[in-house]
């Protein structure tokens, strides 16, 4: 059984961040700080059946090393992606330092186009033997993922779901920790597939995404998003990956019950 479980939102904006940059729209000039939204992103943490503690990111969004510092991360066990988008990956160079910090190498899980984009755009990393020079690179070890078939993670399991992010097929996570809450993690979806519902029957938490109002061809509205959280029916929902138009005050104060909006630093347990 694992103890002190707990999801903390590294960041719960879109591609672009809040503020965005070059506008002085109402959101981006807010002085509440949930107005200030970094790169989307999670970490959980427990203490595993040995009580040594443990930290699994979901994706490494480009303000990864400002999120660690803020959350004060000194070890990373293990990094789970959603998929391939520069928004979800572009922080992975900085894991170097967990390496060190760790002395050991990290495990990364991807479904396979995911692992290619990340040794295309990393090949420095994954191909450091072609290096000009003996770089400090990151030691990962890539692990190809299988949608529905969990990975055990230091008795916590993450068993990948099937999502729509527009055309493209990418991956949640549904999270069963023996004696913590069950969750789900679905940010960048615009339709859930049939057969990915009964995964997220019984959960305590579902963390799905909301981008803006109005329509986008791949992410959730806010009335698409609270209707599928009214399917799912979980106890809490929490929405993430939102863009300068979620005014986070105004938007929250006017969601049905038990569901909120997400925010940075954020932590549920």
């Keep these: 059984m694992v103890k002190n479980f707990s999801c903390t939102f590294l960041g719960t904006g879109t591609s672009a961040g809040v503020p965005v940059i070059a506008c002085d729209c109402e959101v981006c000039t ?24 443990r ?44 390496n060190i910090s760790m002395q050991q190498a990290i495990d990364i899980y991807a479904e396979r186009h995911t692992l290619d984009h990340l040794h295309r755009v990393f090949q420095h990393v994954f191909e450091s033997h072609k290096n000009v ?53 679905c940010t960048d979806v615009s339709s859930i597939p049939p057969e990915t519902w009964p995964e997220l029957l019984g959960l305590d938490i579902l963390v799905l995404d909301m981008l803006r109002f109005r329509h986008h061809p791949t992410h959730l509205t806010l009335n698409q998003a609270i209707e599928i959280a009214e399917q799912v ?6 929405f993430t ?26 932590q549920l347990s």
């Design 233 to 238: 029916d979980a106890k809490q929902t929490y």
């Design 133 to 185: 020079n003996d770089s400090f690179v990151a030691n990962l070890i890539p692990n190809e993922l299988v949608v529905g078939e969990p990975i055990l993670l230091h008795g916590v399991s993450f068993t990948p779901i099937r999502l729509l992010h527009g055309r493209l097929p990418i991956v949640g996570y549904r999270i069963d920790a023996p004696g913590g809450p069950s969750m789900a993690y």
């Design 55 to 98: 930290v699994v990111l979901i994706d490494t969004s480009p303000d990864l090393r400002q999120q660690v510092l803020r959350e004060n991360l000194v070890r990373c066990d293990a990094i789970l992606f959603t998929h391939n988008h520069v928004d979800h990956t572009f922080g992975l160079d900085d894991i170097r330092m967990f």
């Design 241 to 266: 990956h939102m863009t300068h138009c979620i005014l986070h005050k105004t938007v929250n104060d006017g969601l049905p019950e038990r569901m909120h909006l997400a925010y940075d630093g954020l």
């Design 30 to 53: 807010s002085g509440d700080l949930k107005d200030s939204r970094l790169r989307c992103s999670v970490c959980i943490r427990f203490k595993d059946d040995k009580g040594l503690d």
